[in-house]
């Protein structure tokens, strides 16, 4: 089982966390009622109200995982996060490679750091910010939405939030067998998964319409254009197009 440790604040959950690995436990969780300064991917800040959300950080130990199988991880975080927040309300469904959506509007960011040694991942630090109770959002984040806005109802976050650890804790006891259904059910969850065309954008800003064609092990996307051409992108070579904002 997990084990928990409150800040009552901290700038960064994922911070602190890989500032004290190395004398922690593996399923150590790291958890403050106020993050003065949490990070996402991409460099980008997480708003979150204090006291109204999940903002947590969890350390996971010599994964049984090589390091060009990483991907594992994150899907079995995303996965995980999906699975608790679908017992709330359905519709939860993972935006590669590893954001958490319901419809087209933002419940979760996930940031995974991992430290490596002897050939092989020796930690992970795994952070998420999980939008509860939050129902004013006042950064520039377009898409933002949280649980009680979904449910009209207010709930327990630590309750959540020990409901998401202990997930990621089961979905992170790798073996050949399964990582393949934790990979098959990403794909089972995947946001805009359903083979129809989308819009995607390059760092460039170039918009073209294609589909999701496949998510491969190592985390790369495949999408296909109506032309029937399959390309293939690793992360931050392409965006999804959402209203008028690339995300």
């Known amino acids: 089982m997990p084990r928990y440790i409150l800040l009552h604040e901290t700038a960064s959950t994922n911070t602190y966390l890989k500032s004290v690995a190395s004398a922690l436990p593996s399923g150590t969780v790291v958890y403050t009622h106020n993050q003065t300064a949490g990070r996402g991917q991409r460099g980008n800040s997480w708003e979150a109200e204090p006291g109204k959300n999940?903002?947590?950080?969890?350390?996971?130990?010599?994964?049984?995982?090589?390091?060009?199988?990483?991907?594992?991880i994150s899907e079995a975080v995303a996965v995980a996060i999906a699975r608790v927040l679908?017992?709330?309300?359905?519709g939860f469904?993972?935006?590669?490679?590893?954001?958490?959506?319901?419809?087209?509007?933002?419940?979760c960011g996930i940031l995974i750091e991992h430290v490596l040694a002897g050939g092989g991942i020796a930690h992970t630090v795994i952070g998420a910010g999980i939008n509860i109770n939050q129902t004013e959002f006042l950064s520039d984040a377009p898409n933002p939405v949280s649980l009680a806005q979904l449910t009209g109802n207010q709930h327990d976050v630590e309750a959540v939030m020990r409901e998401v650890c202990e997930e990621i804790e089961r979905l992170c006891q790798f073996t050949p067998q399964s990582c393949q259904q934790l990979h098959e059910e990403f794909l089972s969850m995947l946001y805009r998964g359903d083979g129809k065309d989308y819009t995607f954008a390059l760092p460039d800003g170039t918009q073209f319409q294609a589909a999701i064609h496949?998510?491969?092990?190592?985390?790369?996307?495949?999408?296909?254009?109506?032309d029937g051409t399959v390309t293939s992108y690793l992360f931050k070579e392409v965006k999804h197009v959402i209203g008028n904002n690339t995300l």
Do not use: C
């Open 54 to 72: 999940i903002t947590m950080s969890m350390l996971i130990k010599n994964p049984a995982v090589a390091v060009a199988q990483q991907f594992y």
């Open 86 to 90: 679908n017992r709330y309300v359905p």
């Open 93 to 107: 469904r993972v935006k590669w490679p590893n954001d958490i959506y319901h419809r087209d509007r933002k419940e």
């Open 214 to 226: 496949n998510v491969l092990p190592d985390g790369t996307l495949q999408l296909r254009t109506p």
